[in-house]
């Protein structure tokens, strides 16, 4: 049997990392120390079934407290990191980005400060087998127009406070494996979706609205195009370019699956008719609603709105042999069959300080719920 691998997960608790935990466990081949601050966007329940496992150690902490990331390199000595904790909510970004720079620049550097301290002190062969794997966005490239897709290549210009927190922790990545030969790997993923995404996202926020009878607000007049993956299919990627990638190198990660936001939603509304059509939803009877689809509401659009993102994922299929494996049709209907199975998560999720933010920081528009990522 081969022996296992500790790795340190950072933001373990958010949507991604929720599903890169189990990834990584279910594979059989890893041990995972996660280290997460549990904001606001962790949820508790996500992990809670792996407590007690010999596979899973929860630390709750911040990545930007040194003195606590280097002692869990020292304690666990892992065999690398998987770092996703992140502010990762645009809308979040354009309303107070100090946390953005504390979390997404700041606990960046200090991560690769304590893995660089770690690094040096280990024999050549753990030095072979140790990365760095930053998950990034396809953000930090901006907008683009009708045509094209991003790439590695494609030249960083973000827009949000969000893209450019991410990007700036890109740029110390590549400088570290650059500068101090560090073996890192970054990739650059576009929208994912599926379980445990935290509700103020699109997709969980328009299924959780609509059952509940609340507008579905669609920004802008609905067409910005976004490209959707399915939240497994990321993580292998992810999983794949850290024992598999160039050192040093960037994978660009998408499903090539663009989508307009008006017609995702009208694909949110038709799943729902189909397996909880309106009337047979008791809060919803009296409403006579006949579709979902009449919930739907044009509102302002989010300032500097990026139009269109699109990724060109040949690089990590020719170089490392993964592809998508999920249909979007499939994808979203899973998708809407966990929200509508895990009332308790979503219950925990939708509570507390997420309501009373939105109450108090959607300035540029009238009405308080939103579409947004
Ligand atoms: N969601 C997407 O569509 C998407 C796409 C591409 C890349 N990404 C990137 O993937 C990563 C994960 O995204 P997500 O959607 O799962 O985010 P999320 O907001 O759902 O989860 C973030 C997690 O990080 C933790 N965290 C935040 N600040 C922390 C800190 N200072 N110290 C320790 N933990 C902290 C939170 O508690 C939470 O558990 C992010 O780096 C994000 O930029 C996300």
Redesign the pocket.
């Given at each position: 049997m081969v022996e296992k691998k500790t790795v340190i997960v950072?933001?373990?608790?958010?949507?991604?990392?929720?599903n890169m935990v189990r990834l990584l466990i279910n594979s059989k081949a890893y041990r995972v120390v996660n280290?997460?601050?549990?904001?606001?966007?962790?949820?508790a329940l996500s992990l809670a079934d792996l407590e007690g496992s010999q596979d899973y150690v929860f630390v709750k902490?911040?990545?930007?407290d040194s003195e606590l990331v280097s002692s869990l390199f020292d304690q666990y000595q892992p065999a690398g990191i998987f770092?996703?904790?992140?502010?990762?909510?645009v809308d979040r970004s354009i309303v107070s980005p100090e946390?953005f720079m504390?979390?997404?620049v700041v606990?960046t550097y200090r991560l690769l400060e304590a893995a660089r301290a770690y690094y040096v002190t280990l024999a050549e062969e753990k030095k072979q087998e140790f990365r760095f794997l930053h998950?990034?966005?396809?953000?930090v490239f901006g907008s683009l127009g009708a045509d094209g897709y991003f790439t590695e290549e494609t030249p960083y210009a973000p827009n949000s406070p969000?893209a450019a927190s991410?990007a700036a922790s890109d740029h110390f990545v590549r400088a570290y494996h650059h500068t101090y030969g560090l073996p890192t790997i970054i990739?650059?993923?576009?929208?994912?979706?599926g379980p445990y995404?935290?509700p103020e996202?699109m997709i969980p926020l328009m299924i959780l609205n609509a059952l509940s009878g609340k507008p579905l607000p669609v920004y802008g007049d609905g067409s910005n195009v976004r490209d959707w993956i399915y939240?497994e299919d990321?993580c292998k990627a992810v999983k794949l370019a850290f024992e598999k990638g160039t050192v040093g190198g960037e994978y660009a990660i998408g499903a090539n699956n663009e989508q307009k936001n008006v017609n995702l939603v009208n694909k949110i509304c038709s799943i729902l008719d189909d397996i909880a059509p309106p009337i047979e939803v008791p809060q919803l009877r009296e409403r006579g609603l006949k579709s979902y689809t009449e919930l739907i509401q044009f509102v302002t659009d989010r300032p500097g709105h990026d139009r269109r993102y699109a990724i060109d994922s040949a690089r990590i299929t020719r170089e490392l042999g993964w592809q998508a494996e999920v249909g979007f049709e499939a994808g979203l209907r899973q998708t809407v069959d966990w929200y509508l199975s895990n009332p308790k998560w979503v219950d925990q999720a939708s509570g507390g300080s997420y309501s009373e933010w939105i109450e108090k920081n959607y300035a540029w528009r009238a009405d308080a719920q939103r579409e947004s990522?």
């Open positions: 950072t933001g373990g608790n958010g949507f991604i990392g929720t280290l997460d601050a549990l904001t606001y966007a962790a949820n902490g911040n990545i930007t770092h996703l904790a992140a502010e990762s909510h946390d504390q979390t997404n606990g998950v990034s966005t396809d953000e969000y991410k990739t650059n993923c576009s929208n994912n979706y995404q935290f996202k939240v990321h990522k």
